[in-house]
Structures are given as C-alpha cells and as structure tokens.
C-alpha cells in the first residue's frame, strides 16, 4: 500500500513540477523581498539613512512594506499554480486515463494535494528565511538601522506560521474551484475578488470566517507583535479539512472531461 501511494505521488510530483508556475510560486516572494531590499539600499546609498533608529526596523523597513507585497502577491501565485495543476489533467482528456491505471483515485487525489501542500509550504518557508535574511544583512552592512537590537523572531515565525495556514486554506479553495471550473478565469477572478472583499471586511466581525482575511492579517500580526492564534487561525485549519474533502468529493466524480 505504502509503495503504491510512493508510486502515485512520484508519477505526480514528476507531472506537476512541469508547470512553470511552480517557479512563479516559489521564487518570485522571495525575489521579491530581495528587490525591496536593493531598492531600501540603494535609497540609503543616495540619500542618506538615519543616524540612529527610533523605531523597530523588523516591523517599519521590513515588515511594513514586505507584508502588503505578500498579502495581495500569494492568493493570486496560488491560484494560478493550483489551476496549472488541474489543467494538466483537463488537457488530452487525460482524466480518463488517469482514472483507468489501477491505483486508487484517493492515493491519486492524495498525492496531487500533498504535492500542492508541500509546494506551498515550501514556497513559505524560503519566502520566511529569506525574510530573516533580509534583516540580518541589512544588521551587518548598516547596523545605524537598528536590526540587531530587536530579538523579532518569535514573532516572525508565528506571523509566517499563520500565514501559511491561511495559503493551505487557500490551496483546497482553490483547487474546488478548479476541479470545477475548467476555464482559468473563474477561479482566478474569484481570488482577486475574495482577496479585495477580505481587505475591505477585515475589520468586521464576521471576516474571522473568512479565509482569505488571513493575508491581511499577516501586516497586523507583524505590527502588533500577535503570536497567539485566534478565531480566524482556527477557522481557518478547519477550512483546510472541509474544502479538502469537497475537492475530494468532486475529483473522484470525474469520468473525464
């Protein structure tokens, strides 16, 4: 059984990894803090930095303009590559012959969302290392900024931590959406769309149930120092179960389209 299921996610880890959005998800957050960080230097070299910091870098330099990025760039490199998932399997009708190997379709659903899974938290905790890095070089080549007097770890971590939840709720969001829909256009206008609502409702009380809140949350998290998980953390692993066994549901009632 155990070498059946190693088998199904390899046949999918070597079809997935063909998409070149994966590379999109992957690098772009991370080469993204990266250009912020030769822009914020090149402004320092230009213009002149502070003589000596007043406030907590972690969360003004980095955090401030870094967390807006990430919020509106993740939702979106997850639905595309999500959708680039499926489509692999709606081009050639290669649903039909998925379906006739003899594997079960649960060892193949559960290899393509391990596989999604693992992209995603991967592409999270290179994008969180690479954010660590960010101020612990910007420590050593100007320390007037102040990086190295704050210990702001416990609060990255946790910040990046609930984040990533939130883009696992995202991931089996999406991919319903995308073993419904075959046209790319659905579930990527609904992100956009669910990505500016949860913006705009993100200080009501009922967007603790919505999972797409959680990225604006990132920004609050860093600001206020929130390390402790609340409402909208919670809803949000539940959400990561539930959309989870609609994707379920919905992918073993192909018969090939």
């Excluded at 997935?16 to 957050?29: D, H, R, T, V």
């Excluded at 402790?228 to 066994?245: M, P, Q, T």
Aim: charged residues 15%.
């Amino acid at each position: 059984m155990t070498n059946t299921f190693y088998r199904a996610f390899s046949s999918e880890q070597y079809k997935l990894s063909k998409n070149k959005e994966i590379f999109g998800i992957l690098l772009l957050p991370a080469f993204i803090i990266f250009a912020f960080d030769l822009y914020y230097l090149y402004g320092i070299l230009t213009e002149g930095g502070p003589s000596e910091a007043t406030s907590n870098p972690w969360k003004m330099v980095l955090g401030k303009t870094v967390s807006l990025f990430l919020y509106m760039l993740y939702p979106i490199l997850v639905s595309l590559f999500i959708h680039a998932c499926c489509d692999v399997e709606y081009k050639n009708n290669n649903y039909k012959i998925l379906f006739t190997i003899p594997v079960s379709k649960s060892k193949i659903f559960l290899s393509k969302v391990l596989f999604m899974l693992m992209t995603v938290w991967f592409s999270m905790i290179m994008t969180y290392l690479v954010f660590l890095l960010s101020g612990y070089l910007l420590s050593l080549t100007f320390p007037e900024l102040g990086f190295q007097n704050y210990d702001f770890r416990e609060v990255i971590f946790y910040a990046f931590l609930k984040f990533g939840i939130t883009l696992s709720a995202i991931t089996m969001i999406q991919l319903s959406l995308s073993l419904t829909f075959k046209n790319f256009i659905y579930p990527i206008g609904f992100s956009m769309f669910m990505l500016v609502f949860s913006g705009l409702a993100n200080e009501k009380k009922f967007s603790d149930f919505i999972v797409y809140t959680g990225g604006s949350k990132l920004f609050r998290n860093l600001m206020f120092e929130n390390i402790s998980f609340e409402r909208l953390d919670y809803c949000n692993i539940a959400a990561v179960f539930i959309f989870a066994g609609v994707s379920f549901y919905l992918f073993v009632r192909k018969k090939g389209v």
